[in-house]
């Protein structure tokens, strides 16, 4: 009977819990042992009572024959690596990682020898829909910068009525219909906004269109970026300097604009440069969901809000810790899922032949499997 462990989040900031109590009950009927560290999910909403009524052993992680007896860790960022040291020899920890930017994690595997998954790295295939983590994360991060657009701006979304005329909508810009993007596209829609959106994939237009919103089309030059994977190719730098001459106009008519362009181990790209933003009314908004990997709008820093000439500038990278309950329960359905194609009969198998596993699975009993994580040193 593998034996799961769940410890509180320890990133600074990090809400989210990787198991609830509903979790619990479906990993229990996986036949597995399942232990929470205690107050790990009360910044989500749910606490120690209600997982130990669904069958959960709550216990305190200072105690080290814990963290021994656990087989598979779920987490949802990287836990400290002192905590890791304190694994047990083959265990398997799971999280979204950082795969491409964790060198700490790339020394703890051999020493300990350890087995690891990456859910950022998860085959973009119909099987692994229910434990795509990134998308449901990205669902919330869509819907909550919209909202941080909205409060920060000094007009209204919707077109109003009035006594005293009539008040036009907000022009909302999308730069990037992944998940991300198209939530935002559709909160902003709600709330009463015209929105535009861009992307360099000319086959988001029909989804686009589909909420709602106008598509900005891409630069028509030869050199036209596609997808692999479900994930967005990274632009050469001629076709981004086309998209920004063309986006340039519509920014400098819009009122909030939100950046979710971001490609999975790479800088994200560059795509509101100074004079872009030079060219925005006193009073817009842009929110950088992409400015932990370097942002999309020049100037943004990370988990802060910089006024720029009188643009609002909103570096918001971490927004699903800020939605904790709902963003823990989808992320906890996700590692439920993921968990029905590792436990087989009461017993863990890393099976490299499924290519579900294969493709997130960045070490096995000390190996290093992924080739970034080894060449591991952040984002340049």
């Given at each position: 009977?593998?034996r799961?462990?769940?410890?509180l989040?320890?990133?600074?900031?990090e809400?989210r819990?990787a198991?609830t109590p509903?979790?619990?009950?479906?990993?229990?009927a996986?036949?597995?042992e399942v232990?929470?560290?205690?107050?790990?999910?009360?910044?989500a909403?749910f606490?120690d009572?209600?997982?130990?009524?669904a069958?959960?052993?709550?216990?305190a992680l200072?105690?080290l024959?814990?963290w021994?007896?656990?087989?598979?860790l779920?987490?949802?960022?990287t836990?400290?690596k002192?905590?890791?040291l304190n694994?047990?020899s083959?265990a398997?920890v799971?999280?979204l990682?950082?795969?491409y930017s964790n060198?700490?994690l790339?020394?703890?595997?051999?020493?300990r020898?350890l087995s690891?998954?990456a859910?950022?790295?998860?085959?973009?295939i119909?099987r692994?829909?229910a434990?795509?983590?990134?998308?449901?994360?990205?669902n919330?991060?869509g819907y909550k910068s919209?909202?941080?657009?909205?409060?920060?701006?000094d007009?209204?979304?919707p077109m109003?009525?009035?006594a005293?005329?009539?008040?036009?909508?907000?022009?909302?810009i999308?730069l990037?219909a992944?998940?991300a993007g198209?939530q935002a596209?559709?909160?902003a829609?709600?709330l009463g906004a015209v929105?535009y959106?861009?992307?360099?994939?000319s086959?988001?237009?029909?989804?686009?269109?589909?909420l709602?919103?106008r598509f900005?089309e891409?630069?028509s030059?030869?050199?036209?970026?596609l997808e692999?994977?479900g994930y967005a190719?990274?632009?050469?730098?001629?076709?981004?300097?086309?998209?920004?001459?063309?986006?340039?106009?519509?920014?400098?008519?819009?009122d909030v604009?939100i950046c979710?362009a971001?490609?999975p181990?790479r800088?994200?790209p560059l795509?509101?440069?100074?004079?872009m933003?030079?060219?925005?009314?006193?009073g817009?908004?842009v929110?950088?969901l992409?400015?932990?990997?370097?942002?999309?709008?020049a100037?943004a820093k990370y988990g802060?809000t910089?006024?720029?000439?009188g643009?609002?500038?909103i570096?918001?990278?971490?927004l699903?810790?800020?939605v904790?309950?709902?963003a823990?329960?989808?992320?906890a359905?996700?590692?439920v899922?993921?968990l029905?194609?590792?436990?087989?009969?009461?017993q863990i198998?890393l099976n490299?032949?499924?290519?579900l596993?294969k493709?997130?699975?960045?070490?096995?009993?000390g190996?290093i499997l992924f080739?970034?994580?080894?060449?591991?040193g952040?984002?340049?």
């Open positions: 009977m593998p799961l462990l769940i410890p989040e320890l990133a600074p900031g809400k819990v198991a509903d979790s619990v009950k479906k990993i229990l996986l036949g597995c232990s929470i560290e205690k107050g790990a999910g009360l910044q909403g606490v009572q209600e997982y130990e009524a069958g959960a052993n709550v216990v200072s105690d024959k814990e021994r007896k656990a087989e598979i779920l987490s949802v960022q836990p400290l002192s905590s890791l694994l047990s083959d398997l799971v999280g990682l950082s795969p060198s700490e790339s020394e703890v595997i051999p020493s020898k690891a998954i859910l950022e790295l998860l085959p973009r119909s692994a829909q434990a795509d983590a990134l998308s449901s994360q990205a919330i991060a919209v909202l941080l657009g909205a409060a920060a701006l007009r209204y979304f109003l009525m009035t005293a005329g009539t008040v036009q909508p907000a022009k909302v999308v990037g992944g998940v198209l596209v559709a909160t829609r709600r929105v959106v861009s992307d360099i994939r086959a988001v237009k029909e989804q686009v269109e589909s709602g919103a900005i891409p630069p030059i030869e050199e036209k970026p692999s994977g190719k990274q632009a050469s730098e001629s076709f981004l300097i086309a998209q920004r001459q063309k986006l340039s106009d519509h920014l400098s008519e819009s604009a979710t971001q490609v181990g800088n994200a795509l509101i440069d100074e004079s933003l030079d060219r925005m009314r006193p817009a908004v929110v950088d992409a400015v932990s990997q370097g942002g999309n709008c100037g802060e910089v006024e720029r000439k643009v609002k500038l570096g918001a990278s971490d699903p810790s800020t904790p309950n709902h823990s329960s989808l992320y359905r996700n590692l899922s993921l029905g194609f590792l436990i087989k009969d009461r198998n490299l032949e499924d290519e596993i493709g997130c699975l960045v070490a096995k009993s190996q080739e970034d994580l080894i060449n591991s952040g984002f340049n």
